[in-house]
Nanobody, 125 residues
Framework: QVHVVESGGGLVQAGGSLRLSCIVSGVTFSSYSVGWFRQAPGKEREFVTAITQSGGAEYYVDSVRGRFTISRDDAQNTVYLQMISLKPDDTAVYYC??????????????????WGQGTQVTVSS
């Protein structure tokens, strides 16, 4: 059974950096694509970024492109989300999700098999 756990959230000033981690266990990690979503208060959950099996491709929402970088370490069953130049608008609960389904739209939350509990990121102005 796939199990997803995020960590690394916190409070940071605008312009600062954070690195989130997502550990996916209980499965063959290299067979899974992993995505990050976020949900701000009063807003719908939105896609942030995703990385395919074995890191073949990366996808980003326009609002974070150039500031966020997703990467994976298959030996550690871990996906990282490096965030720089953070803005108050980045404040949200960040969720990691994993899917083994090939060829799906990784921006669609319904395509994921398992989700973490979320980690809070707060960017102060």
């Amino acid at each position: 059974q796939v199990h997803v756990v995020e960590s690394g959230g916190g409070l940071v000033q605008a312009g600062g950096s954070l690195r989130l981690s997502c550990i996916v266990s209980g499965v063959t990690f290299s067979s899974y694509s992993v995505g990050w979503f976020r949900q701000a208060p009063g807003k719908e959950r939105e896609f942030v970024t995703a990385i395919t099996q074995s890191g073949g491709a990366e996808y980003y929402v326009d609002s974070v492109r150039g500031r966020f970088t997703i990467s994976r370490d298959d030996a550690q069953n871990t996906v990282y989300l490096q965030m720089i130049s953070l803005k108050p608008d980045d404040t949200a609960v960040y969720y990691c999700a994993a899917t083994a389904r090939p060829g799906v739209s990784l921006g669609n939350p319904r395509e994921y098999d398992a989700w973490g509990q979320g980690t809070q990121v707060t960017v102060s102005s």
